[in-house]
């Protein structure tokens, strides 16, 4: 065998040649648990399509369910995170015909602010690093993340809370963290991720639910000055559930008065 060295010990059996470390190559799953995962079903399931995006197959076992429902038992209101990578193999850049994918399992504790954000709404300024368009990696949350990195790596101005993120082109893609909605006349909207962004499960379900509801929910390109009009703008991810926004950069919101009732519905109140 050729020699491998490495400044720390291995971790949990992963060999450090993983390609989810040499070169991105996996994706991840951020979900809360309230004594058991929400929306499980819908994360394995994005998982699983978006390792067949990236070119190898991969189901969750029973094994790895269990052992989810047991840590979901065991750490309630934490934040559990699956990576699934391609796994070792493959000469440089070409992966291997046969992928045995690599699971990986953490818990960590939410951010204790979340429940202040979901009561108070936050404020977005404009991120000067804008995301490269992509569409075969579009909605998929794989393990390069290093665009969130650097944008992550700015300092807020006072009084901000996350960053409001562009693409190349300068549609309004998503928050750092979290994906975006509008709402217009009655009409909630949403960007378009085909070319940027990730595709968050509970903007998913948000989006069915609206619909099941009666409301009308566009999917379409949005500009900045698109933005300007709305009312009322919200955010979503599957650990704080809905947000509201209060302003972004100068521009102020009112909350929307469906936020409480809809974090309710889905039981994503903290």
Partial sequence: MLPLWTNQPTVAGIHPLDRG???????????????????????????????????????????????????????????????????????????????????????S?????????????????????????????????????LEQVLIKSQALPNGMEDWLVLDSEAWVIESSMANLFGVKDGIIYTPALHQAGVSGVTREIIIQTLLTQGYTVVVCGVKQDFLSDCEHVFLSN?????????????????????????????????
């Fill in 109 to 145: 504790e939410l951010p204790s602010h979340y429940g202040a954000w979901q009561q108070q709404g936050i404020t977005l300024a404009l991120s000067e690093v804008r995301l490269g368009q992509q569409p075969r990696l579009a909605g998929i949350k794989h393990l390069n993340r």
């Fill in 238 to 270: 599957s650990l704080f559930g809905v947000v509201d926004v209060k302003g972004i950069d100068n521009q102020a919101y009112t909350p929307w008065p469906q936020s409480t009732q809809l974090r309710h519905s889905l039981g994503l109140s903290l």
């Fill in 21 to 107: 470390l040499a070169y991105g190559d996996g994706v991840f799953a951020t979900m809360r648990s309230n004594g058991q995962i929400l929306f499980l079903t819908q994360h394995l399931a994005r998982i699983e399509q978006s390792c067949a995006r990236l070119g190898f197959s991969w189901q969750a076992s029973g094994e790895l369910k269990d052992k989810l429902t047991e840590l979901a038992k065991a750490y309630p209101m934490h934040c559990i995170k699956l990576i699934v990578s391609r796994g070792v193999g493959g000469r440089g850049y070409q992966s291997p015909q046969a992928a045995t994918a690599t699971e990986i399992v953490s818990v």
